[in-house]
């Protein structure tokens, strides 16, 4: 796995109904940290010290940055993580999903309520705001182990192409099969 400056992320989900798509997401702007250090670096040092490490931590950050910044009164308002940061992580990811002409970029609020069930929708939102989390956190000199590990754990993997480069990157594929070529451009 090689770990970049972008950090763009791909997690592969294998659906209910038996598909499979992928997640991408890029990374929040450093300005957007500035508004919210503060909670992520609680979220951070909760997950870490609760024992959660990479191992949990992308199964229950979304839950701990919720419950920090509640706790924190930071959460709700158009101002708060809620509508800040977690609403610009949503808008960052896209869902690859195979449709009748080959695969189809979905925004993923859209994808959680046409594509995808709650428990997927649970697991994508912990991994996305695990690798945020972290990768806002670590030293940068940290990262590559930190989320190279996490990544081997929960099939994700970062990448230097942009969510429509990797789409075209994926076989070609439709709602039913997928032809094991590549799609051509």
């Known amino acids: 796995m090689r770990i970049d400056k972008r950090l763009n ?3 592969p989900v294998e659906c209910a109904d038996g598909s499979k798509v992928f997640v991408h997401s890029t990374p929040v702007s450093s300005d957007l940290f500035e508004l919210y250090w503060e909670p992520v670096s609680k979220a951070f040092a909760n997950i870490y010290s609760g024992g959660y490490s990479v191992v949990a931590g992308p199964r229950i950050a979304a839950k701990m940055l919720r419950k ?15 509508q800040g940061l977690v609403a610009e992580i949503h808008r960052l990811t896209n ?4 449709g009748k002409r080959g695969w189809e970029m979905v925004p993923f609020d859209e ?43 929960w099939g994700a993997q970062t990448t230097l192409l942009d969510c429509t480069e990797f789409m075209n ?9 997928s032809s094991g070529e590549k799609a051509s451009t």
């Open 9 to 11: 992320l791909v997690i």
């Open 68 to 82: 920090v910044s509640t706790e924190m009164g930071m959460w709700a308002g158009p101002r708060g993580v809620e």
């Open 95 to 98: 869902v690859l999903a195979p």
């Open 111 to 153: 994808a959680k309520t046409t594509r995808l069930d709650s428990d997927e929708t649970s697991e994508i939102e912990g991994a996305l705001c695990f690798f945020t989390v972290a990768s806002l956190t670590h030293r940068k000199a940290d990262l590559p182990a930190v989320l190279a590990g996490a990544a081997d754990l």
């Open 169 to 177: 990157s994926l076989p070609t594929s439709t709602g039913t099969a």
